[in-house]
């Protein structure tokens, strides 16, 4: 067991981006907790090109008579991502893998199948595009409590504040970081942020470690002091108790049961279960930094009135990136995140379709003369968002 000063010492991290000093988040929780105002987006310029695509999409699924949710390919997905998961720790818990190499082997394993879960089938629920059944999406999307996260965080700081104002400094909490991470051009730079290109990834790595341990508790009070869970027709006490609930049955199933039923060492239990972490982190910190934080995308400002002087449409548009889209089994393994562009046109229609439907974008942005920002490869795109944040070091 930690003690409490090395707790105190570990980490929080926002989502998808950086771990963060617990002391340190609990400092800048001061800042968090400002009652929320949405800016608008007042520009009406481009207007036509935003009622042009969504047509094209919408004569693209009547025309083929297919839904924009799931279809019965995603439950054969379901299994797979979820056995990616649970197998793995069903053989830890058979005894056959008492080596510190075997138990280590199968919680790296088992961090493949957490990013896959979160990547392919959480991410769809909570944007309540994996079913046409509401009831299916809302207990599928605990499949994120189930793997050590929560389910309302996610709602409001990746589907609402992320999505409605994507790269926007202060209302995007994706970007916002700590101070040895440099994430936008508005946050100061300091001298440490010259090597972030190379620590970051470290970080990133602490992802789902940081969600487990203290940041969604943490987090969750943020969101109540700014009302952003009134917001979601929820209580504080209501999601508290899911998450000490979710919590105490993450652990007791990824750690406790394994300690007392493996003769291994508890060291190497442990390290095991914070390499599953690690794994997850990184693999999930791939997929959606590339996605915003490169050098094509911009970082739009709030004007005076607190508003953003763009139309929604062309503003995401301007702030995302794919990568890597002609690779259909790198797209399927990290649930259609690679088109990111139509992800973020269309939350709501469920990942299978993005490939179908980004010619249509890609061509209604050329004939609109917007951007439309894709990298050839996902290694491309891994090496723009490092020379990112390479610049944002030294400027």
């Given at each position: ?24 988040f ?40 297919i ?27 058979t ?8 138990v ?13 879960i ?38 409001i ?19 916002s ?39 969604d ?10 009302g ?70 911009e970082?739009?400002e709030m ?18 990136m ?12 990290v ?7 139509e ?21 209604t ?31």
């Amino acid at each position: 067991m930690m003690s409490s000063s090395v707790r105190c010492s570990y980490f929080s991290l926002y989502e998808q981006n950086a771990s963060i000093f617990l002391c340190i988040f609990a400092l800048k929780l001061q800042n968090m907790t400002k009652a929320f105002t949405a800016p608008r987006f007042v520009s009406k310029s481009k207007a036509e090109f935003t009622k042009t695509l969504n047509k094209r999409v919408e004569k693209y699924f009547k025309e083929n008579g297919i839904s924009k949710k799931g279809n019965w390919k995603m439950i054969i997905k379901f299994i797979l991502v979820f056995a990616a998961y649970f197998v793995p720790f069903g053989f830890m818990l058979t005894g056959n893998f008492q080596s510190a190499a075997g138990v280590l082997g199968l919680y790296f394993l088992m961090g493949i199948g957490q990013s896959l879960i979160g990547l392919s089938i959480m991410h769809d629920a909570n944007h309540g595009s994996l079913s046409k059944n509401r009831k299916i999406n809302d207990i599928v999307s605990y499949s994120l409590n189930l793997i050590g996260g929560n389910s309302i965080n996610w709602k409001i700081q990746h589907n609402f504040l992320h999505h409605s104002f994507t790269n926007v400094h202060g209302m995007d909490e994706d970007i916002s970081s700590i101070p040895i991470l440099r994430f936008a051009p508005q946050t100061k730079r300091l001298a440490i942020h010259k090597f972030q290109f190379l620590y970051a990834w470290f970080f990133y790595g602490l992802m789902t470690f940081s969600w487990t341990v203290a940041k969604d508790m943490i987090q969750l009070v943020s969101f109540d002091k700014r009302g952003l869970l009134k917001m979601q027709r929820t209580t504080f006490a209501r999601e508290m108790a899911i998450i000490v609930v979710s919590k105490i049955i993450f652990y007791a199933y990824t750690l406790v049961i394994p300690l007392m039923a493996l003769e291994t060492a508890w060291y190497w239990v442990f390290l095991g279960w914070v390499l599953m972490h690690i794994v997850s982190g990184v693999i999930l910190a791939a997929i959606f930094q590339p996605a915003h934080v490169v050098k094509e995308t911009e970082y739009p400002e709030m004007n005076e009135e607190g508003n953003v002087e763009n139309q929604w449409t062309i503003h995401q548009l301007s702030t995302t990136m794919n990568f890597a889209p002609t690779s259909e089994l790198f797209s399927y393994f990290v649930g259609g995140l690679n088109f990111q562009v139509e992800h973020h046109l269309f939350p709501h229609i469920c990942h299978q379709h993005y490939k179908a439907i980004a010619p249509i974008v890609e061509e209604t942005c050329k004939e609109f003369d917007v951007p439309y920002y894709s990298k050839k490869t996902f290694l491309g795109a891994v090496v723009d968002h490092t020379q990112l944040l390479y610049r944002f070091g030294r400027a």
